[in-house]
């Protein structure tokens, strides 16, 4: 099974383009970033899941993948109706603080702190009893989830419930604002591989990425929600200037580089 997981992997990656949270640059990034802080058990543990491929391979699987597999990791029709797709951000409040639930009034909201913490857990407990497809996939959408919740514009806030799906202007190009975060704005200031970007962003030093990992993925995604409201006062058809660009690249490195720290750190505790 994993090897036919693999093979369908493959040839996405070969056909498909960049989309999505951080995009493929950024995904791989965050999981290089991971992968060469994984300790030589938790390192050894994920060869054995993934047949020797690295999680980079699988960092954009869920995008590839948005409704592929979700049984794998315990929802189906009968269970949860609504998870046709999988959420892929999360919500707060105006004030920066996280919104933890499925609803806001009458409106079914996609949450994915709600949705990816029993996948943390069960893997947690299970992973030596699971089966081969079951592993991979939530390996997938820990990796991937992860990097998605430290991305500035997947946050629906109330004043901002699209999560930026609006058109603004950068470099007299027409993007959307969610896009620009994911995509644009990275590969306009790092044109390189992933390999590339990760050793530019990756310069913390050891007593800096331990005080980084501390805390859990409510903690992240508050932190992110903070830290980011700024981007709300940008609204449809805003001019994003050089000058902001260069001060939201410092943002999405900084970002990147905790999502890898982070994400290598609740690989190693799950996988001690």
Not at 127 to 148: E, K
Not at 235 to 248: H, I, M, P, Q
Request: hydrophobic share 35%; glycine share 6%; aromatic share 10%.
């Amino acid at each position: 099974m994993k090897r036919v997981i693999i093979l369908a992997i493959c040839t996405i990656l070969l056909g498909a383009p960049s989309a999505f949270a951080w995009g493929r640059l950024g995904h791989a990034t965050i999981a290089k970033i991971a992968e060469d802080h994984l300790t030589p058990k938790a390192k050894k543990t994920i060869d054995k899941y993934l047949d020797g491929k690295s999680i980079i391979q699988y960092a954009s699987y869920p995008d590839d993948f948005r409704s592929v597999h979700l049984i794998d990791i315990g929802f189906d029709a009968t269970n949860s109706p609504r998870m046709t797709v999988w959420g892929h951000s999360f919500q707060a409040n105006n004030d920066g603080t996280l919104y933890l639930s499925e609803r806001r009034g009458n409106e079914y909201v996609k949450n994915c702190l709600l949705r990816i913490q029993p996948v943390i857990d069960n893997f947690g407990k299970n992973h030596r009893n699971m089966s081969d497809s079951a592993r991979v996939v939530s390996l997938a959408y820990i990796v991937h989830i992860i990097g998605d919740l430290h991305c500035p514009k997947h946050i629906r806030y109330e004043d901002e419930p699209t999560s930026g799906q609006y058109p603004i202007f950068f470099g007299n190009k027409k993007v959307s604002h969610h896009s620009y975060w994911d995509g644009h704005l990275l590969k306009a200031f790092h044109d390189w591989g992933y390999m590339d970007v990760a050793a530019l962003v990756d310069r913390y030093s050891n007593k800096e990425r331990k005080e980084i990992a501390k805390g859990n993925i409510l903690d992240w995604a508050a932190e992110n929600a903070r830290e980011s409201r700024y981007t709300v006062s940008r609204k449809e058809g805003y001019k994003v200037s050089r000058l902001e660009s260069t001060k939201d690249i410092v943002h999405a490195e900084r970002q990147i580089a905790r999502a890898g720290y982070r994400l290598a750190a609740l690989l190693n505790e799950l996988l001690k």
